[in-house]
């Protein structure tokens, strides 16, 4: 069985961006969205357990939401109000064939980025 994974790296501090918020949504046609999972970030900035598998892990589209402008005013960053990235949105394909997507996250106040890790 497959599994869907991630993990946060706060790049301004060098260190894992613990206690955020990760909501997990499967994409349909017309672009409707339905709320598979919610996670929270651990002291290494991963999840507990994997945020998608077992008979849920079906091929298709779907988004990540990262909730980082909570993560990062929580950590005294002054933030502009709406804040540049409040919220980052990943969507992405996961085909059935494939047993495991690490969808990682390096953030900062103002820019961020994503691969396919292993």
Do not use: C, W
Not at 21 to 34: A, D, M, N, S, W
Not at 64 to 89: C, I, M, N, S, W
């Amino acid at each position: 069985m497959g599994k869907l994974t991630t993990h946060i790296l706060d790049a301004s501090k060098g260190k894992p961006g613990t206690d955020i918020k990760i909501e997990l949504y499967r994409v349909e046609e017309g672009e409707k969205t339905t709320l598979i999972n919610t996670v929270y970030t651990n002291s290494d900035g991963r999840t507990d357990a994997p945020v998608l598998e077992g008979d849920d892990y079906v091929a298709g589209k779907y988004q990540l939401v990262f909730h980082t402008g909570t993560y990062l005013r929580k950590q005294g960053v002054e933030l502009l109000e709406p804040a540049f990235l409040d919220d980052v949105v990943i969507r992405f394909g996961l085909a059935a064939d494939q047993d495991h997507y690490h969808v990682p996250l390096l953030i900062s106040p103002y820019s961020y980025s994503t691969y396919r890790g292993s």
